[in-house]
């Protein structure tokens, strides 16, 4: 089973794609992730990316795109893999359809979630800046105002968890990843989950999700 899990920033991607791992025999590939191992190992495309990357430039799809072919092609992904986040644009996802006949994405779950769901959860993020511990100054505040639980350290927010930047990153969601969306969704390969639940919730929707498409392949 191929995965592709999709939404905003904030949606609970990774915390999705945590669950998934842990209960399908599916390979998670991340972007940044799958870079590195390539820059490591210093294979062309690795060596391509690095020129960008230093320069703090964005790699471009066409190296993106067969990268992720090549690492798909690795015998860990053979029972399946889950991909996080990318193809994220029309033009990735046209373009990774093209060169992945062989390995094509079989479902993908969208996590769908609004500003107005997603801005207590950002607004109100605050990061421990010693052992990276993440509260809620609403739903999970720590003991202590502005200390970690965890290691007493001094607890900050992320100068982008502001409602202003979540509402840009939501527009630009909008307008470039929506299309993408669009065009896996005339597929027939889009299930919708609603992401505004806690996270247990979620998971169970995408359990579901995931089982029915078993079933009935
Ligand atoms: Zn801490």
Redo the contacts with the bound molecule.
């Keep these: 089973m191929n995965i592709l899990i999709m939404g905003p920033a904030g949606s609970g991607k990774g915390t999705q794609s945590n669950y998934i791992t842990e209960n399908y025999p599916v390979k998670h590939i991340s972007t940044g992730d799958m870079f590195r191992a390539a820059i490591a190992e210093g294979t062309e495309l690795g060596k391509k990316a690095a020129e960008y990357m230093n320069q703090g430039l964005l790699v471009p799809d066409d190296i993106t795109i067969h990268m992720t072919k090549e690492r798909l092609a690795k015998d860990d992904c053979a029972e399946g893999y889950l991909l996080d986040g990318f193809p994220r644009t029309l033009a990735q996802a046209t373009a990774f359809e093209e060169i992945t006949q062989d390995r094509p994405i079989d479902i993908v779950i969208n996590l769908v979630v609004t500003v107005d769901q997603l801005a207590p959860r950002i607004v109100n993020r605050r990061l421990?800046r010693?052992?990276g511990?993440i509260y809620n100054t609403v739903s999970l505040p720590p003991k202590k105002e502005g200390i970690?639980d965890?290691?007493g350290?001094e607890l900050y927010q992320r100068a982008d968890d502001t409602l202003e930047s979540l509402q840009t990153r939501m527009e630009e969601y909008r307008e470039y990843t929506e299309p993408a969306l669009e065009h896996f969704r005339h597929e027939g390969l889009v299930v919708d989950i609603d992401a505004s639940l806690s996270p247990e919730e979620v998971w169970h929707q995408i359990d579901e999700a995931l089982r029915s498409f078993n079933d009935q392949h």
């Design positions: 421990c010693n052992c511990a970690c965890v290691c350290s």
